[in-house]
């Protein structure tokens, strides 16, 4: 019956099994290890012959429930829980390929997957090149012999640009490469990249899917291929996700769509304001008519999301203008939360790009990048106008 279940039913009744108490919630497992019957039960554990939990930098209940309810969400066979949304990032590169191969990348990326590929990957040569997000006929320009991975994110952070997730599924699937996608900011509630042909998905569960604030996480998700060479890796080299962080991360998934329904109302309805708004240069929204990919988001995304980028006329200091008068808005780099946050990107989570690889992925000295939160629209809307 459990397979006849819509997603985000699973995502709240895929619980692990009852113990002996018969708890309707799913119990913390806050043990480093596991115990065995007798030496032979121990030692066909380790043969890989019983399922059973050996040690939780390998698997743990809380982690195990986390993972099931993701892949029900993604759509996806198997998964990995690690420590944070970067050691995933990490992962999903580290794993898969080894010295000489070569990864084609979206050029819209998270600051920190930017330098991995420009100042860690190198060393251990591994080399890559940067494609535009919303031109799939100019990638096949960036293929060498050696290429390997076709590396993205889509919303890209934080100028909200997509990637064509079908063209680029067809591009991997002819050219013999690994589709990786983050699929942080959608989320499975708006798209699911595996319905597309990527073979692994990463998110950092510490945002929306967390969506309070609280814990950090990561996830890898996809097919059952790709997960065994990335479970080896993540297994022995420790980037194992906390049990308790497991625990919290799984309970919020039980209303992650409740919860994006909310944020991408809310964010729709404020980014239709924010053009109307004066000193307000440009609004990035996927769903607003106005964005340039707006047809592509409504065929492959359910809706817009929770994030809202704009720039201000004003530049540097209409920016900071903006953040430093708000009351009700958190000023963060943090994003996904129930509360909105307003972060100045060109100074803090992309500050380590030169001015010319920002302005090369459109993030401007008066680009703002605001979470939407869960507070009443009126409310926000107020905060804002005190800055603009």
Not at 91 to 107: E, F, K, N
Not at 120 to 149: C, H
Request: hydrophobic share 45%; with cysteine.
């Amino acid at each position: 019956m459990e397979n006849d279940w819509q997603p985000e039913t699973r995502a709240i009744r895929g619980q692990m099994d009852k113990t002996a108490y018969g708890e309707h919630s799913a119990p913390l497992f806050l043990t480093s290890s596991f115990t065995f019957g007798g030496a032979e039960e121990m030692a066909a554990t380790f043969r890989g012959e019983t399922g059973q939990i050996i040690y939780s930098r390998y698997n743990n209940p809380n982690v195990d429930e986390l993972i099931e309810k993701a892949c029900a969400l993604e759509g996806t066979a198997a998964g990995f829980a690690t420590a944070s949304g970067m050691a995933a990032v990490f992962a999903s590169v580290a794993a898969l390929l080894q010295q000489g191969d070569h990864i084609i990348a979206t050029r819209a990326l998270f600051g920190s997957t930017h330098q991995l590929l420009t100042s860690v990957f190198p060393k251990w040569g591994i080399t890559f090149s940067y494609v535009e997000p919303d031109d799939p006929d100019s990638w096949a320009a960036a293929l060498q012999p050696n290429s390997r991975m076709f590396l993205t994110e889509t919303p890209s952070n934080p100028g909200l640009k997509l990637v064509d997730l079908a063209a680029a599924g067809e591009f991997c699937q002819t050219n013999g490469l690994l589709f990786v996608v983050d699929n942080c900011f959608a989320t499975p509630c708006l798209q699911r990249p595996a319905d597309y042909g990527a073979d692994l998905i990463t998110h950092s569960a510490t945002k929306w899917m967390d969506g309070q604030g609280r814990v950090l996480g990561g996830l890898l998700l996809g097919s059952a291929e790709v997960l065994e060479r990335v479970t080896f890796f993540c297994r022995h080299t420790g980037p194992a996700m906390a049990p308790f962080n497991a625990w919290i991360i799984s309970k919020s998934l039980e209303t992650l769509h409740v919860r994006m329904e909310a944020h991408c109302r809310s964010a729709l309805a404020l980014a239709a304001w924010l053009q109307g708004q004066a000193g307000v240069a440009a609004v990035h929204y996927p769903f607003l008519p106005s964005h340039p990919q707006y047809a592509l988001a409504q065929r492959q995304m359910k809706a817009g999301g929770g994030l809202v980028s704009f720039e201000l006329a004003g530049g540097l200091t209409a920016a900071q203008r903006l953040i430093d008068s708000a009351l009700l808005c958190t000023r963060s780099s943090n994003l996904g939360d129930t509360r909105t946050i307003l972060t100045h990107p060109a100074t803090t989570t992309h500050a380590k790009l030169s001015p010319e690889e920002r302005a090369a992925v459109g993030i401007s000295d008066g680009l703002v990048r605001m979470s939407v939160g869960l507070e009443a629209l009126a409310d926000i809307q107020a905060d804002l106008l005190r800055g603009l």
